[in-house]
């Protein structure tokens, strides 16, 4: 007799109007089911690798040999980023909002001796890393970055690039510079900046690490790979000291992308397996990616989000955020902590918004991949509608006439 044995799963489509992860394209989804299968070793997978390692090299903008994607998730790049770090090393790391917050967590337990470690194994408190809380909703400024890296003079530091928890851009230049000029090495979780904000991260010396992810920018949700790029600097530090893992050890994983002693060879070793499926998959998206160009896409999120902002403003919500792809808002006063209960509304209608995953609870609203007047026009339309169905009072007429406003105005510019 089968005790577990269930009908097959359906799952609905929905708007995915959340921080993340985005609408996949029909382009990647259909790669993704129509590549042949074939072994992780087949000469088709083994270029298809290349490519997406030659690929991602132009999508990150950068001349790292040590560029590739990790297998799984944004925090399985991120695993991988900061593998050098041992313990005991002195780390700063400047936390904004829930990911980096997490990412500080994971730098504790990479530095927290064993006995920091066994004394309190999932939250650490490491004496050699230095946590700079910046309150929720503020960006990690020039000012506090220049003041601590200062005074700490850390080996590694890090920041996260954009903090999808309060939808804050921070201020990646001054990172870099503050690295460079105290000889830190920077490690940046670029998680929801890439392929949606401009940049190249060769212009930013200071930092020596960066991890992405499959599913926001790069818009490639099967679960494909987390995009990284290492400078040869790191590298050398890793060589030199080592780092205890197998799989995540940066070294490793990029011999299966034809990346060995630096250099780029002809044919990957055996790593792990890889999926032809999922190299197709994320083949495709990092053309797609190219086709439209990096500065075209972030103009596009630019525009989308001022218009998005202006609307949301005009139904009497408080927008607290700055970053391209998503709001983050605090409901009209008259709907005041009732934040929870509006995104459950409207995620029962298959419109799946997001609150924020650390106090103070707000609503998080994104784009991606919804980058179209007819995808802005339904976002704003199910929201205003929902807005209205928990008792918010706004003019209809109002919303449309800030909207077209910002739209003239973006398109004088
Ligand atoms: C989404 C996100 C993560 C986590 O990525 P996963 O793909 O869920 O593992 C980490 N950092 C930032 C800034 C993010 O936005």
Aim: charged residues 20%.
């Amino acid at each position: 007799m089968i005790l577990n044995m269930f009908e097959k799963l359906t799952i609905p489509n929905t708007l995915a109007a959340g921080p993340g992860p985005g609408n996949t394209d029909p382009r990647v989804l259909e790669q993704f089911s129509k590549a042949g299968l074939a072994d992780h070793m087949h000469p088709d997978v083994l270029r298809g690798m290349k490519e997406c390692k030659f690929m991602l090299r132009e999508v990150w903008g950068t001349r790292n040999t040590y560029t590739f994607g990790v297998a799984g998730t944004g925090w399985s790049g991120l695993d991988a980023m900061i593998s050098a770090v041992q313990p005991g090393d002195k780390v700063l790391a400047f936390v904004n909002g829930t990911f980096s917050g997490i990412d500080a967590l994971s730098l504790r337990m990479k530095a927290a001796t064993d006995e920091e470690l066994a004394a309190n194994s999932l939250d650490p408190d490491a004496a050699s890393v230095k946590v700079v809380n910046v309150p929720h909703g503020q960006s990690v400024s020039a000012d506090i970055i220049d003041q601590h890296m200062n005074e700490y003079k850390p080996k590694w530091a890090f920041m996260a690039h954009y903090e999808t928890g309060s939808g804050r851009v921070n201020d990646i230049k001054s990172f870099s510079k503050a690295c460079v000029r105290n000889s830190a090495m920077g490690l940046v979780d670029a998680v929801s900046s890439l392929g949606v904000g401009d940049f190249r991260i060769d212009d930013y010396p200071g930092v020596v690490a960066w991890a992405s992810c499959p599913q926001k920018g790069i818009s490639c949700l099967p679960l494909t790979y987390a995009p990284v790029s290492f400078a040869d600097k790191y590298i050398e530090v890793l060589k030199a000291r080592g780092a205890r893992t197998f799989v995540h050890n940066p070294i490793f994983e990029a011999r299966h992308w034809g990346i060995i002693d630096g250099k780029d060879v002809d044919k990957g070793v055996y790593h792990r397996t890889h999926s032809a499926y999922a190299v197709a998959a994320f083949h495709e998206s990092l053309r797609l990616t190219l086709q439209e160009g990096i500065s075209n896409r972030a103009a596009k999120y630019m525009k989308f989000e001022k218009v998005l902002s202006a609307a949301f403003r005009a139904m009497g919500c408080d927008v607290t955020s700055d970053m391209t792809s998503l709001v983050v808002l605090n409901l009209p006063e008259n709907l005041a902590g009732r934040e929870m209960e509006f995104v459950q509304h409207c995620r029962s209608e298959n419109f799946g918004i997001w609150p924020t995953l650390s106090e103070p609870v707000q609503v998080r609203v994104g784009i991606l991949n919804l980058l179209s007047d007819e995808s802005i026009a339904e976002i704003i339309n199910k929201f205003g509608t929902a807005l209205k169905e928990l008792g918010g009072n706004f003019d209809d007429n109002l919303v449309s006439l800030e909207m077209n406003k910002m739209s003239e105005q973006i398109a004088a510019e």
